[in-house]
């Protein structure tokens, strides 16, 4: 049992000053390999919103076509869906946020991580910035499958990375959503049951698979105060090129950024709110004062 | 630093000035003033601890399951926040100072903890870059820390296919990456086989040579006999008895008779009825055993036969015997009343 071959433990070793960016840099690379080690994750997350992409073009495709094309003449049903698919995915993949941290509580990592000396706020950045770089990325391809099963985005490459950007938007308050439930619930299950009985509604009880028009009354009326509605139709604004926000009417602008812009400002104040939540309930589950 | 910097193991270039200063107005590694931390819940973990740990020192911290060791191992590592009295870890307030501390310390949690998904090495690597450690040094660290944990030809396997012993090695060298002068242990052999011990063991005395500060909490009293220059034994949230190794064997008084007896317990009291009035002993301990009885007494070698007669006297088997010096057990019978074992798999919480 000879002692290993190390040192010369001579020099001190500097900590080479890690910067905020650095440390949140440190932690995207984290979460990013941890990603691409669990494959199945990724794809799997991706797999539904695929299903439901196929699934209803080719079931439903005749019948809803004729109810989109009431309101949106020439706009075919894989066009109309595959904004509201983009924004399944992100629903999707912003459950496992929360799945990622109480997985971090429960090997722990997370303990770990706060007795270096790292930024706790580059840390959740970090975090969060693997997760929504996952995000577009998978938005992305649902993107490029719903063009090759002949959905059109009207607008062209600027409207897909518009539609991304929303996809983003949107997923933020949900990440928030899911990681204040893992830090308050602390359990892995609970998380994932909590944030998956959320978006079936969420995504039927909106504007997501059929106009608002075409849904029973009380469907509308909840859809009107679901975040759903407001990203599916601000990318949808963007995938047809015109305004086609179903519930706040604005004229700002003129044109598609009216269907954007209020969706956008709702999603925003949403990530907001929820984000505040979030960062209370994990700076309190991080602080070192007795709880 | 300059009188140390071939032992270096020094962190604190970062902030090189400040904190030789700070460091070198108080050389103590830890010092400790009426720390006292109750849970939210009530629990009085840790009721008025004072130590102080000079820098270089391997120091153990002993006691039974929730006595306060990891309570107090975290509030020295900056994730509990002491709800009374003053902590200085090289020099820093644990309170106020706590990146400086957290700069300046490696800490070894009870509970392994890595991350599953990521290889051994790139568990290291994480820990590295979470230090600061600087990119050109990255990869030769690496390496040595894998070689010295033994876990170099599974460098680029996950570790969710490590045993646990295996995790545990891997969790100890993340937590010296970045090289700190003070490195907090909680049990960080608990769960190894002995091979394995040995080996840390043999790169915590390394590392303390060179003049890393260790504070380590064991149950395994075998542990804190061989590594720990001084030991500190808590119980209930307090101090109760500290010293080297070998002061505190002399506290017990005396060396040890161990007697195995026939009859069971009936004959274990009757036995220590008799070493109790046995007259040559003094004012000897003695405690019944799973065996039979243990006497310990200044005299225990010169009329330690003369027992055994008295015992055959009184019609009480005696199957075997033996004299010997104390062992840390002996003092934590003496001190806490209770044995100390680390296998009766009983784990506080
Ligand atoms: N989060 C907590 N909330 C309330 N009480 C706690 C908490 N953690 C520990 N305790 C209590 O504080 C006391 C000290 O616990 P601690 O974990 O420090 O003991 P320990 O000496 O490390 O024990 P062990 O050898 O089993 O690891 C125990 O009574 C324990 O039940
Ligand atoms: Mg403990």
């Known amino acids: ?291 | 630093m300059p009188t140390r910097d071939t032992a270096g193991p020094g962190d604190r270039s970062r902030d090189g000035n400040d904190a030789a200063a700070a460091a070198s107005a108080s050389a103590a590694a830890i010092d400790v003033d009426g720390l006292e931390l109750t849970y939210a819940d009530g629990t009085v973990a840790v009721d008025g601890i004072d130590m102080t740990v000079p820098e270089g020192e391997f120091f153990g911290f002993l006691g039974p399951n929730g006595a306060g060791k990891t309570t107090t191992i975290k509030v020295f590592a900056t994730l509990l926040s002491p709800t009374g009295g003053a902590v200085r870890i090289n020099g820093f307030d644990a309170r106020s100072d706590s990146r400086k501390v957290r700069e300046s310390i490696g800490y070894m949690a009870q509970e392994t903890s890595i991350d599953p998904e990521l290889t051994a090495a790139e568990n290291i690597e994480f820990a590295c870059e979470a230090y600061g450690v600087p990119r050109d040094a990255r990869t030769d660290r690496v390496d040595e820390l894998l070689d010295l944990v033994d876990l170099a030809d599974v460098a680029d396997k996950r570790a969710e296919e490590f045993s646990g012993g295996m995790k545990k090695r891997l969790d100890a060298a993340t937590a010296l990456v970045h090289r700190p002068p003070l490195v907090f242990l909680d049990e960080p052999t608990t769960g190894l086989d002995p091979k394995a011990r040995n080996r840390l063991w043999e790169y915590f005395r390394r590392i303390n040579d060179l003049g890393t500060t260790i504070f380590l909490t064991t149950q395994y009293l075998e542990e804190a006999d061989q590594l720990c220059d001084r030991l500190a034994v808590i119980l209930d949230g307090e101090i109760v008895a500290d010293g080297s190794p070998s002061e505190l064997k002399r506290e017990v008084g005396g060396e040890v008779l161990d007697v195995e007896l026939e009859g069971g317990q009936a004959a274990g009291e009757r036995a220590a009825d008799i070493a109790r009035e046995f007259d040559a002993f003094g004012d000897a301990s003695v405690a019944e055993t799973e065996a039979g009885i243990s006497v310990t007494a200044e005299t225990a070698r010169e009329h330690g036969t003369d027992l055994l007669v008295a015992l055959r006297d009184a019609e009480i088997t005696v199957t075997g015997f033996n004299i010997r010096a104390p062992t840390l057990d002996d003092v934590f019978l003496a001190i806490t009343g209770e044995e100390l074992d680390a296998d009766d798999g009983e784990v506080a919480r």
């Open chain 1, 1 to 291: 049992m000879s002692a290993p071959e190390t040192d010369d433990r001579s020099g001190p070793s500097a900590r080479s000053g890690n910067t905020f960016v650095g440390d949140a840099w440190v932690n995207f690379k984290r979460w990013n390999l941890k990603a691409v080690r669990n494959p199945f994750v990724l794809v799997v997350s991706l797999v539904q919103p695929i299903i439901f992409l196929v699934l209803f073009t080719e079931v439903f495709g005749n019948v809803a076509g004729g109810a989109v094309n009431q309101g949106l003449p020439g706009i075919n049903y894989e066009t109309y869906l595959v904004p509201a698919i983009a924004i399944q995915v992100a629903l999707a993949a912003a459950i496992t946020s929360g799945v990622g941290l109480v997985n971090d509580i429960e090997n722990g990592m997370f303990e770990k991580v706060l007795v270096t000396p790292m930024s706790r706020t580059a840390v959740f950045v970090g975090k969060t910035a693997a997760e929504v770089f996952r995000i577009a990325v998978q938005i992305a391809i649902i993107l490029g499958l719903g063009v090759l099963l002949g959905a059109d985005i009207v607008t062209g490459v600027a409207g897909a990375v518009g539609i991304i950007a929303v996809g983003i938007l949107f997923s933020l308050w949900f990440v928030a959503f899911s990681n204040a439930v893992a830090i308050i619930t602390r359990d892995q299950e609970s998380t994932i049951i909590s944030a998956n009985l959320l978006q079936f509604p969420l995504l039927f009880l909106s504007s997501a698979f059929l106009p608002l028009e075409a849904l029973p009354g009380w469907i509308q009326t909840f859809a009107r105060v679901n975040p759903v509605t407001y990203g599916v139709d601000a990318a949808r604004s963007l995938m047809v090129d015109r305004d086609v926000m179903t519930v706040i009417d604005v004229a700002w602008f003129g044109g598609t950024l009216d269907g954007v812009a209020p969706g956008v400002a709702v999603l925003v104040g949403l990530d907001l709110a929820l984000g505040a939540v979030a960062v209370a309930l994990l700076s309190r589950a991080s602080s070192s004062d007795v709880k």
